[in-house]
């Protein structure tokens, strides 16, 4: 019953997800379109970056995306956040992270995300999350 009331204000909307988990970003990619979004994954913060200024220049941004807040390589998911809010400072945003206690996660609002969806996370929970950052923008 929870994922009918998920899918019915989800819409078609465009989500990047960035993860460096391989088998996070196969999950989003089968979960996201469950739940009536269109979905491209990023293995990193250059391919979110690149993937996100692409789509805006082409005219069809992503309504919201969901940044791993620990990722290997040289950005972390906040310094990812804030070049994507250099490009689109109205992006709609969630962090996700499997550290409960860490600052983004604890007051993700103070480090520049609107939503947080802390790891483990259900396709339920993946739902009411982007549904209520989607609803209330």
Known sequence: MAKTNVRSFAGQKKVLAMDD???IRKL???GLPRLGYEVVT?????????????AKEAGQPFA??????????PLS???VMSRLREIDSGVLSVV???HAGAPAMRSHVDHDFDEALP???????LGRVLGKLLRER
């Open 21 to 23: 988990d391989e088998a």
């Open 28 to 30: 989003l990619s089968w």
């Open 42 to 54: 990023a293995a990193d913060g250059e391919e979110a970056i690149t993937l996100f200024r692409q």
């Open 64 to 73: 919201a995306v969901i940044i791993d807040l620990t990722v290997k390589g």
């Open 77 to 79: 998911g906040r310094e």
């Open 96 to 98: 996700s992270s499997g």
């Open 119 to 125: 790891k483990p996370y259900t396709l339920a929970d």
